[in-house]
């Protein structure tokens, strides 16, 4: 079972201005405007949060089924899409990986893999006995995700009442937040460098390949990171 004290010790972790849950709902309200300004009833918008948990798989699933992809592609492209976290659960799971822990825990929380998720967890997971990890990361999980849930709901309901520019600005809130997020983790030459080169060769790569520009700028960013680090000793 879920041990309920460490769960809801994450599940009230993402309370507070300073949690990444703010910037995360701000994008959601404009992701359920978004939604209904597309066509989609309350339900599949609500249904779309339940299942992919993720602003950038939200935009590729809504944008493929308006101009009538089929089921295969409309998945391959979400699946494409939420790769990048895969590099996320390869850094997490070590953390949360206990014997004493059942398995099925491990299988339920990786529907919890997200940048605002994983932000709390690495801010925190110190402070919490790795046995308990996986617990409180599912609540974590959990409330992230209902965050996302409700934040859809308001933005369908309110849609009405947002502009293009409201609705832009809301969606551009968690971006940033990530931004300034990266910025506070620059204590180390491997870190500095992989956020400075990234964000100076993604631009760059732009003029090369605009479809391929951050996945470019993204692997050739990590790639000379590393190298400095090993080099380093870092």
Not at 7 to 12: E, M, N
Not at 139 to 157: C, E, K, M
């Amino acid at each position: 079972m879920i041990n309920q004290k460490y769960f809801f010790k994450g599940l009230l972790s993402a309370k507070g201005m300073n949690s990444p849950a703010v910037a995360l709902g701000a994008s959601f309200i404009a992701i359920g405007a978004l939604l209904k300004n597309l066509g989609f009833s309350i339900q599949e918008s609500i249904f779309s949060t339940f299942l992919t948990y993720a602003l950038p798989g939200s935009l590729v699933m809504a944008e493929s089924m308006l101009i009538g992809a089929s089921l295969v592609n409309i998945f391959l492209g979400v699946w494409l899409v939420n790769s990048r976290l895969y590099p996320m659960t390869v850094s997490l799971m070590p953390l949360l990986i206990h014997k004493s822990q059942p398995r099925w825990k491990y299988y339920l929380s990786c529907h919890f893999i997200a940048v605002s998720s994983w932000l709390i967890m690495k801010s925190n997971y110190e402070k919490i006995e790795k046995e308990y990890r996986i617990d409180f990361w599912i609540g974590i999980g959990t409330a992230t995700w209902l965050i996302g849930i409700f934040s859809t709901v308001v933005g369908y309901v309110s849609a009405d009442y947002l502009n293009k520019d409201m609705m832009m600005g809301l969606a551009i809130v968690n971006p940033i937040y990530f931004m300034c997020a990266m910025i506070g983790v620059m204590k180390t030459i491997q870190l500095t460098s992989a956020i400075i080169f990234g964000a100076l060769l993604g631009p760059a790569f732009y003029f090369i390949s605009p479809e391929w520009c951050i996945l470019y700028g993204g692997v050739v960013a990590g790639t000379i990171a590393f190298f400095i680090g090993e080099k380093n000793g870092n």
